[in-house]
């Protein structure tokens, strides 16, 4: 074979190898998106999980605070009613009110996670798309050196 012909199945080859190696890139990328985006998922499930034992919790120490006030008003000799039970209901509104501030704040939080897992999703998709757009054009650059050297 003459020094053009080597030069141009040369090009040719190295070419079709960049083409394979980012098509393997954009596979990689793609799978790194996808375990990222997995990730996220599950430190939103995570997130929920804690947000209800925090909210158990929060209930927990606000029944513990009702029955002290039921303890402390029953002992005193008072009956439950008038400024003791305006004292109980004003608690057990404050139980709830804790509850829905966490249960508000697990939904945002959980939300912010599965919008990182879309993103991460995305962005992966986009690189993933970089990395085949520039296979081809490796491909095509090697294919133009190959037929200007034979050519």
Do not use: N
């Amino acid at each position: 074979m003459d020094p053009v012909t080597i030069a141009a199945v040369t090009a040719g080859a190295s070419g079709f190898l960049g083409f394979k190696g980012s098509q393997s890139q954009a596979k990689a990328l793609k799978q790194l998106a996808d375990y990222e985006a997995q990730v996220a998922e599950q430190e939103a499930i995570l997130l929920a999980r804690r947000k209800v034992d925090e909210e158990r919790q929060v209930r927990e120490k606000g029944e513990k605070i009702v029955s002290q006030q039921r303890v402390a008003t029953a002992s005193s000799g008072i009956t439950m009613s008038g400024s003791p039970l305006t004292a109980l209901a004003e608690t057990y509104f404050g139980i709830e009110e804790d509850a829905l501030r966490i249960q508000y704040a697990s939904e945002i939080e959980q939300t912010k996670k599965q919008q990182d897992a879309i993103l991460a999703r995305a962005e992966g998709g986009a690189r993933a798309s970089g990395a085949k757009i520039q296979g081809y054009q490796s491909l095509l650059q090697s294919g133009s050196r190959a037929a200007t050297l034979l050519g």
